[in-house]
């Protein structure tokens, strides 16, 4: 390969460029770059760029949906929509808490539970001894593919009050609940059988104690049955891809290390703990985060099995979003809603990011951010 | 990272966005005030949004409107909806609405304040016929919208099976609430609860109206739930579930109080005329008979349902969509509609006809005399859903709580 | 304890790069067993493992055995023996019911869509890869930037705003409405931009000396050895667009637009009649299961290395 010259070209007034090709080329090459990537910049900035202005800009009005919402005669209400949501007493505060209890209680259930089981399930697949692993792995990995709607229409059918599940439960003496007619929430259950207090007549201190529209005892009441349903189909569907992130994880542990733990003489346990799991930790990490980001977003299950019932129990901040503006012709609250939602997750995400963040290796980066900067000012003429 | 390239890269999309609403604005149709109905050139291609009760409703209306898309040389594409708010909600406000649609009392306020719908009742001109109660029912601002298509009202199923096991006769059918206590009582076993009634005050409602007391005042302006009228009422309802002789629905694995009627949970049930196409289609082999709903303390009382055949104030075809809803609205339809899928005709000249026809159902008919229609002020519908929900776990729930909090959330949405 | 150097940083933006990179360990050779070491697993440790994954079998395997059998029950059979997977007696009527519905209908606008979004993606997807990864241009990285922050909005907020773009533009109602916003995905573009950067230089250099063109070089030469991942862009698409459902709601509401999952999901509410039928949810569960079971068999390798790339399920 022969090199081309790499000075500046007279009156360009670009600047040299360390590649071995000359200025036709890469004329060309900004074309078809821009080329190449405009279909993509037009449709994500239609589609995706262009609707987050726009619903910034509905959430600021009171468009009633008919009509253009640019239209002259839709007003600016400024943070009405917000306030509507968060600060006045009614019922879109009401409902807007409601959705954020049920779905804190549905996330805090959904993403230890199924991180558990896909690490539980990658153990028990990577055993090295197992036959069949790979229809196993299949096995489990299966419902991921499926759409939510036939998956949500099978557990509609196993959990109705004389369904396959309660018919299972009654083997065993208990008497299933008719899920997902079943607004009672677990805590208020849990309370009630260890007898700390009865659901029928709350403790007066909780429910007469008002916090953002809803009383103690309504916030404290965990998950609803019918939403534990969903979060034990959800859980159910989702840890088979997370599974594979941990198998993947660790087949990548290097036999050495372990050999090294177990010369050490350290037992499974130890070094399960010492070796294993830290090893996992950025898997760990990754699926937490996806967990949590996918959990806050849940809208298919509440739109084809429940509607937001039974008493709201299953009522998420996305459906609440959607049927504000779709069932009840409130645009600017849909929307308002939507972008409450996007800062919570990004908050959280943020948040967790930070807590569990390695302190050694973000230092580390710094350090390289810095020393990159300096080189591409030092570069750049 | 380089912040200027980003501005500009926001500007850019910020514009474009104000570009893409300035020129765009395609699809959004501007309100249109004007009386005069729009008319397609040409055959029209009507589309037509129903909420079917079944099958038979469905073929009933598709036979229809055929039969004046033949007559007239137009077309209607009829489409039954599997969530009617919503999939009118997104036609309105995508501009494309379908031209004509079942419009439910309950939604119309809401539905007329916006704009959505097309006033042609001053064109119908035997409009008089129809129930004034009805008419009124679609009233707004001082101009009906709408003319009603039929409405049903609430009456007392009874399983004559259960009722003989029981050794009941024909004297024993309750007209007061301590008889109807009493038989629900005498009817309840392992098996099968005594009365089965179905969620939310579209049921509930009914035994208030007995008590004397409804939701809302007279002119529909101000709450009045936590009345004692009301009160008493479901707590009246409340005792009898607590006690076990009465049962919700949800408390029954059932989404309807007919659904527990017909699968045998419930030996009696509170439903309206379209239990009648439910049982002959889906629950064939249950023998039942019809009765009016026992009398509370002031008085009978039930709750009467109606829709309207609505028109898209977007529709550019309003002038065949009138045309076709008042074929749909003939007496002679009415009938045939009534046989089909057991609705009451909205027509007083039908009356007659429809009491010699259908004389099992007189309890329904009569419900027309004292029936109360639904709460059709506009801004109510999230108060109402909310009030629902709250009446969900009927048997725990706490009754003056309830209303209390009902008469705050309606004050705050009527006084806007 | 030190950290082995192929850690992964998690931001909202790197998941996905984190996600490559554990993909690409499942397609290298697994550095011997890690997680299970040295031979002698005793009877007891044997013994509870299969226990375990017996009980986690059935659990994942039962729910579609019961989908299978009771589509071919009847009503009353179904409600009643829940539990039993023979059919008794069998009937295929609720077969012919979902005949009878506007099912082909749905699954024919579902075939359309996704074979259009999914050719779409693969094409546009790996063009823009291709132009971040190998083309050099003023202005790439902010591109890139862009598309990271992209991948960062939660799906589920752009639900209304992207109905009132629809319908500015005029799309509402038509099938350019179910396919074209779905033509392009973020992921999908960060996943062949880092492959593409995994190809060695050498080969295009050689063609570009020759006098081919970009786009020669992008088509007839570095496309074809991205193939693992562009079976993995095309698994992706096909699972992201068959089973969509968010966006097919708000797109449209004409029901001859309606895919399976929208036609399917009102078989819930009532879309048959009032009453739970059973038979006929399961049949057409099973029927729009069909189709992604096939796939899943057919490409089960690549499906794997794609959940890693990146999908996300809520």
Known sequence: ?381 | MNRTRRTATLAVVLGGALLVSACGGGGFKDESTSTAPASAKGPAALKMLIASSGDAETNAVKAAADAWAKKTGNTVEVTVASDMNQQLAQGFASGSPADVFYMDASRFADNAKNGSLYAYADQVSDNNDFYEPLRKTFIYDGKQYCIPKDFSTLALQINTDSWKKAGLTDADVPTTWDQLEAVSKKLTTKDQVGLGIGVGIDRLGAFIVQNGGWWLNADGTAPTASTPEVTQALEWVQKNVKAGNFKMSNQLDSGWGGEAFGTGKAAMAVEGNWIKGAMKNDYPKVNYKTVELPAGPKGKGTLQFTQCWGVAADSKAQAQAVDLVKSLSTVDQQMKFADAFGVMPSRQSAADQYKSKFPEDAPFIAGGEYGHGPINAAGMEQVVADLNSKLESFGGANIPQVLKNFDTNASAALGK | MSQPASDARVTQADRARAAIETETLLVRPASGDGGSVVARSSPMKKVAVYAALLVFALIYIYPFVVQLSTSFKTNQDAVSNPLALIPDPITTAAFHRIAQTDFPLWFMNSVIVTVCVTLGRVFLDSLAGYSLARLKYRGRDAVFTAILAVMAVPGIVLLIPKFLVLNSLGMYNTYSALIVPLLVDAAGVFIMKQFFESIPASVEEAARIDGAGTFRIFWSIVLPMARPAVITLTILSFQGSWNELAHFIIATDKPALFTLTRGVGQLTSGGLGSGKQFPISMAAALLMTIPTALVFIAFQRYFTQGANAGAEKG
Do not use: C
């Not at chain 1, 189909?233 to 891809?241: D, E, F, L, R």
């Open chain 1, 1 to 381: 390969m022969s090199a081309v010259d790499t000075a500046a070209e007279p009156g360009t007034g670009r600047a040299p460029r360390r590649g071995r090709r000359g200025k036709g080329e890469g004329q060309r090459q900004s074309v078809a770059g821009w080329l190449f990537v405009t279909p993509t910049l037009v449709v994500l900035g239609l589609f995706l760029v262009i609707p987050i202005v726009m619903a910034l800009w509905v959430s600021f009005t009171d468009w009633n949906g008919r009509g253009s919402p640019f239209s002259s005669r839709v007003n600016l209400v400024g943070a009405q929509n917000y306030a509507a949501l968060l600060t006045e007493q009614g019922l879109s505060r009401q409902d807007f808490m409601i959705s954020l209890r049920n779905t804190f209680y549905y996330v805090i259930g959904v993403v230890p539970l199924q991180t558990l089981l896909a690490l539980t399930l990658a153990i028990i697949v990577n055993q090295r001894f197992l036959k069949g692993r790979t229809f196993f792995r299949t096995a489990f990995y299966f419902p991921s593919v499926v759409s939510s709607v036939a998956i949500s229409l099978v557990f509609l059918f196993l959990f109705t009050g004389t369904g396959a599940v309660n018919k299972f439960l009654s083997i065993f003496g208990i008497d299933g609940p008719t899920w997902f007619s079943d607004p009672r929430g677990l805590i208020h259950l849990v309370g009630d059988w260890l007898g700390l207090w009865s659901s029928g007549s709350p403790p007066a201190a909780l429910e007469n104690t008002q916090v953002m529209s809803l009383s103690l005892w309504e916030w404290f009441s965990g998950p609803s049955v019918a939403m534990s349903a969903i979060m034990l189909q959800v859980v159910w569907t989702t840890a088979g891809t997370f599974m594979l992130m941990f198998i993947a994880g660790l087949q990548d542990l290097p036999t050495e290390v372990e050999e090294a733990a177990m010369v050490d003489g350290a037992n499974k346990w130890q070094r399960f703990r010492a070796v294993t799991l830290p090893h996992l930790r950025p898997t760990i990490l990754l699926v937490i985060t996806l967990g949590v980001i996918g959990t806050w977003q849940v809208f298919d299950q509440m739109y084809v099995m429940t509607k937001g019932g039974p008493a709201k129990t299953t009522l998420t901040p996305a459906y609440l979003s959607y049927s504000a503006a779709f069932t009840q012709n409130q645009w600017g609250q849909g929307a308002a809603i939507a972008f409450l939602l996007f800062m919570l997750i990004f908050v959280l995400t943020s948040i967790q990011r930070y807590w569990l963040r390695d302190k050694d290796v973000a230092a580390q980066r710094k350090a390289e951010r810095a020393q990159r900067r300096a080189a591409k000012r030092g570069v750049t003429a």
